[in-house]
């Protein structure tokens, strides 16, 4: 069994920023068809992160890039820990440790429109925190594991047990994913207030890092969620699928909101759907031994 | 196809004018010209920009603005000056504070007609400085090849 989990955390290091950048590419030939747009081609964002890759620019200071790449080299070593089958309480805090990077990055700039999503990005990090340790909690408490694996081989449908935790999930994805009408700190969208917010004075290779940690970070939340439908290879398709829709849809039916709304909204969602959940769960489980 | 034709991105700037181009600029974002389909991104960071569309007169207060930013965009980069006030000052060429059009300030690729010029032109424009930073980057790597070659014979101080 070890063996199939270095293979894993393997095949993530190497395969992980081409299904990252698909899933990426197949989102904005999405949204651009939902908006009657013929859009980019579906390989853009490597077109993008090759021409990114080529720019030669200085950097603002000698500390940003050894903060991008310290976030660049968590964002990946989260989902190694993930593959590799450890404990995912210890993920959610190397998680955490990725995203202080990218915020410190954004600080180390000095331009105000940075600091904005800097400081935004703090918010939702605080936001969506509680959240992540629920699903975890729910999470064990249908497996009884934290492993990776051992919650994908308990074949329980999780979504079943914990729907709302489900639905909290997908207020995180929304954050971490930069969707609207989450996407307060940075966005690609030029018409929103703050565009480039947390990402404003990284060019060229800098930027490629941030891109590439976010693919790494987004094939990874979808194996989160995966752990939600591992009940059967049909369940494990329609509700990835639904999933990714989902956050699509809701991107571009939404607008984006103030951080007070980001907050509450929120930690309401934490409470309702994520407590409200996870109380009557442990109820019911502890009636039937 | 070079990596920079794919994914040119963008940085615009209204320098002085009735802000008639500027607002066509970002009509060329919505699904009618959709400029995403040629792979365009509108940045506001001049760092991660490859083209600068300037739109309207240049003055003396704002010429140094456009300098900034064109300064600090990475090599190789391609300007377009859209409409008539950013070629030659249109109507405001006489004007006691105004210096010209976008080239009194930075070197100019594209020049895009009309006032205002219209959304179907400016992609025009925006496609055609892609193919021109295409030509540039072939250049500049061409140019590397010799100095290194070059600099391994000894040769041409």
């Keep these: 069994m070890k063996g199939i989990e270095i293979y894993a955390a393997i095949a993530y290091v190497v395969l992980g920023p081409l299904l990252g950048g698909l899933l990426d590419g197949l989102d904005r030939v999405i949204t651009a068809r939902l908006q009657g747009r013929v859009g980019p081609p579906l390989l853009q964002p490597f077109y993008d992160l090759r021409k990114l890759l080529t720019r030669r620019i200085a950097p603002v200071n000698r500390l940003q890039m050894p903060l991008i790449a310290s976030h660049l080299v968590f964002a990946l070593l989260t989902g190694v820990l993930f593959f590799y089958g450890s404990d995912i309480l210890l993920i959610v805090f190397v998680l955490t ?6 915020v410190l990055a954004a600080y180390s700039t000095g ?19 509680p959240m992540v340790i629920i699903a975890l909690v729910g999470l064990y408490g249908v ?6 694996y051992a919650i994908l081989g308990s074949k329980m449908p999780a979504y079943l ?8 999930i997908v207020y995180v994805l929304e954050m971490k994913l930069r969707k609207s009408p989450f996407d307060i700190s940075t966005s690609h969208h030029a018409h929103q207030e703050l565009v480039m917010g947390l990402t404003a004075d990284m060019g060229g290779p800098a930027l490629a890092m941030v891109e590439l940690a976010h693919w790494y970070e987004s094939v990874y939340l979808f194996a989160l969620v995966l752990l939600f439908f591992s009940s059967s290879w049909i369940s494990a398709i329609l509700g990835l699928a639904f999933t990714y829709l989902l956050i699509i849809l809701l991107d571009n039916a939404t607008a984006r909101v103030r951080w007070e709304l980001a907050l509450s909204f929120a930690w309401i969602a934490t409470l309702v759907a994520g ?13 039937t031994p | 196809m070079s990596s920079i034709e794919r ?18 600029v970002l009509a060329c974002l919505t699904p009618v010209y959709d400029a995403e389909r040629f792979g365009c991104i509108v940045t506001g960071d001049p760092k991660q920009a490859d083209i600068f569309l300037v739109t309207g007169s240049v003055n003396h207060l704002n010429a140094p603005i456009v300098k900034n930013i064109f300064d600090q965009m990475p090599e190789p980069k391609a300007v377009v000056a859209i409409g008539a006030c950013a070629y030659s000052g249109g109507v405001f060429a006489e004007c006691y504070n105004v210096s010209g059009g976008v080239a009194s300030t930075i070197p100019v690729d594209v020049y895009v007609p009309g006032c205002a010029a ?3 032109s400016i992609l025009d424009g925006v496609v055609r400085a892609a193919t021109i930073l295409k030509e540039k980057e072939r250049a500049r790597s061409k140019a590397k ?5 070059t600099s391994r014979e000894g040769g041409a101080k």
């Design chain 2, 7 to 24: 994914s040119p991105w963008l940085i615009h700037y209204d320098a002085s004018s009735c802000n008639g181009c500027d607002i066509e």
């Design chain 1, 275 to 287: 407590a409200g959940n996870l109380i009557p769960f442990y109820l019911i489980s502890r009636g």
């Design chain 1, 143 to 148: 497996a009884k594991s934290f492993n990776f």
């Design chain 1, 161 to 168: 047990y914990l729907p709302g935790i489900y639905l909290g």
């Design chain 2, 145 to 149: 090849r010799f100095r290194k070659r």
């Design chain 1, 97 to 102: 440790l990725a995203s202080v990077f990218l």
């Design chain 1, 111 to 129: 331009s105000p429109y940075s600091t904005i999503g800097a400081e935004r990005e703090l918010l939702l990090m605080t936001a969506y925190e």
């Design chain 2, 118 to 120: 219209k959304p179907e």
